[in-house]
T-cell receptor
């Protein structure tokens, strides 16, 4: 089992640029979650999908953020345009079909916007 | 909304000492999860508790969920440098997403 795979591991970009973060969940998992972690706010849920459908996006900070899950094995989180306050570590996690299954996290993408 | 408060925020212990981390919820917990995070890495799942009074152990780490299901504790016996990291508790909401506490940073001095 390869686990949840995120890319890139690190991203440095200039303010105003578009940023795309990618995630491959564990095969067979039907729920996918995007989180953001900062020192000030801790770990925040941005959006989660169930069976490729977005269920709750209330954590997405603003319209500059968007997430897609075109199929069961791939998801993207896009920020356009990026701002310095978006700098954080972004985590993707997936969980299985059984209710209350634990989430399995990727190693995250560290985003720095200058 | 439901909140999870962890205490202490940080903890420094000598190797070999026991320690306890607490997680308190403002509402009844329906599934409580403990994770560990090392710097620069993702969260590693440790244990899940669902029933009031439930207790689980893995190696030298024991977690409990109190009878009222509003507080959980994580206890490490004979701490080692490998136990160092950030410990986070997480809980499910009725909408099935998972939100996390504020985290406890553990340092173990050899």
């Amino acid at each position: 089992d390869a686990g949840v795979i995120q890319s890139p591991r690190h991203e440095v970009t200039e303010m105003g640029q578009e940023v795309t973060l990618r995630c491959k969940p564990i095969s067979g998992h039907n729920s996918l979650f995007w989180y953001r972690q900062t020192m000030m706010r801790g770990l925040e849920l941005l959006i989660y999908f169930n069976n490729n459908v977005p269920i709750d996006d209330s954590g997405m900070p603003e319209d500059r953020f968007s997430a897609k899950m075109p199929n069961a094995s791939f998801s993207t989180l896009k920020i356009q345009p990026s701002e310095p306050r978006d700098s954080a570590v972004y985590f993707c996690a997936s969980s299985g079909r059984v209710g209350n299954s634990p989430l399995h996290f990727g190693n995250g993408t560290r985003l720095t916007v200058t | 909304s439901q909140e999870l408060e962890q205490s202490p925020q940080s903890l420094i212990v000598q190797e070999g000492k026991n320690l306890t981390i607490n997680c308190t919820s403002s509402k009844t917990l329906y599934g409580l999860y403990w994770y560990k995070q090392k710097y620069g890495e993702g969260l590693i799942f440790l244990m899940m508790l669902q029933k009031g009074g439930e207790e689980k152990s893995h190696e030298k780490i024991t977690a409990k969920l109190d009878e009222k299901k509003q507080q959980s504790s994580l206890h490490i016996t004979a701490s080692q440098p490998s136990h160092a990291g950030i410990y986070l508790c997480g809980a499910r909401t009725g909408a099935n997403n998972l939100f996390f506490g504020t985290g406890t940073r553990l340092t173990v001095i050899p």
